[in-house]
């Protein structure tokens, strides 16, 4: 997973970003190889989540981003004093399931 490039991240979006990463990883939908967390914080404990995520074929689409929005916003206002303001989830790819061997 990638996340926060470009900067360095503050013990408040460290914790949220642990728990957007727990919920995404709960999803077998979701490819976590091609996954992005944004987290931005706001004053009045406040935040806004964006996951870029892949999605694999054959999954329905818009029940994984929607169990997955309401997952996050949960799990930040149960395990944090932040609310999420908004949850975005964006379907960067489709990508093919992985065969068992």
């Keep these: 997973m990638n996340t926060f490039r470009s900067r360095k991240r503050s013990a408040v979006e460290a914790t949220l970003l642990t728990i957007v990463m727990m919920c995404v990883r709960g999803q077998t939908d979701v ?10 914080v706001a004053q009045g404990e406040r935040c806004r989540v964006t996951v870029k995520m892949s999605i694999r074929y054959g999954a329905p689409v818009m029940e994984v981003c929607r169990h997955l929005q309401q997952h996050i916003a949960e799990e930040i206002a149960a395990m944090t004093p932040y609310v999420a303001e ?3 989830i964006v379907v960067k ?6 065969k068992n061997a």
């Design 31 to 40: 490819a976590l190889d091609d996954c992005e967390v944004f987290i931005t």
């Design 93 to 98: 790819r489709l990508v093919m399931p992985e």
């Design 86 to 88: 908004a949850v975005d």
